[in-house]
């Protein structure tokens, strides 16, 4: 953090540096410091200014907050005070602006409740560090009307209540804000609006839940089992995500708009126990409405940002496509499409290894009608599978022809296609 100088009138110090690479001001001109032989004396200097924030930021760490770095610099640099009104000549070299230590150790650690139905008035009680009085505490969600909160009541530094009417709000989630004067908190996400595309399920270690939203395909389900989740955790079940784009050429599915997001407060929280989704579509949400037997429900995978098919049951009566997942992220029901050559055939997980909870492997960027052929090392036909749906997609459940689980070894594989053209590989399996 490089801290410039500043005086009692917010003026650059005249001996100070200044520059786009610093990150804020803070007092340095007539410091009272200590001197030698135990005496005190006025200072001036950015070595009177830049401990004025190391002294603050150590205030902001004793709250306990648990702050990275990062987070740190920017609660300092976020609560700053404009300066720029005071500083015409140097505009965008004095950083953020002045250190503000009130503004910086404002937190907000909690709101309860946390979340509600649309349409529903409710009072909240807002818990954090340095407080104000006269705050007022608002609701703020990109693209929607700030709701603000009336009969505000400060009970103290810690603590302090409004009322809110929630009715029309959009279901998801909103930012918390307090404000005075110049001086605002903001807790990114801190409160959600439920309502029939946006739910939100409390579990734990033994406690489930279950949510069922209503969009324009139909309902979808979210199942979650008791012990999940080690600890308390509040999932968020969005039915309307932004969906991220399939790359073409390169993933074979063509895409519906329906699928759900998934995740969880706090964030860090992880999955113990897979959660079971079901999905509702339409004839009229498929590309190909004759092929519902090529469906499923795919996972986006942020790390390689392609679409990962999961194990899924189609409902060809009820219309639903189920799976059970073991992590949270965006889910969507793809269709596969056949490949035009065997080029691309893949097979995954390869290496197949059950300690890392593998379950199958999928066979993929197949022609329509592909016929794969499994041999052991000796040369041996243990399994023969079919593409019988025509969507360029096998799955193997890693057993042979007896239904047994092969055991752990080197796997050869032969795909041909109904031209006759062919692919070979090799996989490993770990048992």
Excluded: C
């Excluded at 007896?402 to 080197?410: I, N, T, W």
């Amino acid at each position: 953090v490089a801290v410039a100088a500043t005086d009692r009138n917010d003026a650059k110090a005249s001996f100070s540096n200044f520059g786009n690479w610093i990150t804020l001001s803070a007092p340095g001109v007539a410091i009272k410091s200590t001197l030698p032989n135990g005496e005190y004396g006025y200072k001036s200097g950015t070595s009177m200014a830049s401990p004025m924030v190391a002294g603050v930021a150590a205030l902001i760490l004793a709250q306990g907050s648990g702050l990275s770095p990062s987070e740190l610099e920017n609660r300092l640099t976020g609560s700053s005070e404009n300066i720029d009104g005071e500083n015409l000549g140097y505009i965008g070299m004095l950083g953020s602006g002045r250190l503000n230590a009130a503004g910086s150790l404002l937190s907000i650690n909690s709101i309860s409740p946390s979340y509600a139905p649309t349409d529903t008035n409710l009072n909240v009680s807002v818990m954090g560090t340095a407080l104000l009085e006269g705050m007022t505490i608002q609701f703020l969600k990109s693209g929607e009307s700030t709701l603000t909160a009336t009969n505000v009541v400060y009970q103290s530094a810690s603590s302090m209540t409004g009322d809110f009417n929630l009715a029309g709000a959009a279901g998801g989630r909103w930012d918390v804000k307090l404000t005075s004067g110049s001086i605002s908190v903001t807790l990114e996400r801190g409160f959600a609006v439920t309502s029939p595309v946006y739910g939100v399920v409390p579990a734990g270690p033994t406690q489930g839940g279950a949510a069922t939203l209503f969009p324009a395909s139909g309902a979808q389900t979210v199942t979650i089992p008791a012990g999940a989740v080690g600890m308390t955790t509040l999932f968020d079940i969005d039915s309307r995500p932004v969906f991220p784009s399939i790359t073409e050429g390169v993933d074979p599915y063509t895409p519906t708009n329906v699928g759900l997001e998934i995740l969880a407060t706090p964030a860090y929280s992880t999955l113990r126990n897979p959660l079971t989704i079901t999905l509702t579509y339409r004839l009229g949400d498929l590309m190909d409405p004759l092929n519902e037997d090529a469906l499923t429900i795919a996972v986006y995978n942020p790390a390689t940002r392609r679409w990962e098919p999961l194990n899924s049951r189609v409902d060809k009566n009820l219309k639903t496509v189920t799976a059970t997942v073991t992590h949270l992220s965006i889910f969507r029901i793809l269709q596969h499409i056949p490949s035009s050559n065997l080029e691309k055939a893949i097979a995954f997980p390869n290496p197949f290894r059950t300690d890392r909870g593998h379950t199958r492997i999928v066979f993929d960027y197949l022609t329509a009608g592909s016929r794969i052929r499994l041999y052991d090392v000796t040369g041996a036909l243990i399994y023969e599978m079919n593409d019988d749906n025509n969507d360029g997609q096998i799955i193997w459940s890693v057993t042979n022809e007896s239904g047994q689980k092969v055991a752990s070894g080197v796997y050869f594989y032969l795909i041909t296609d109904s031209g006759g053209r062919k692919q070979r590989g090799r996989i490993g399996v770990a048992r």
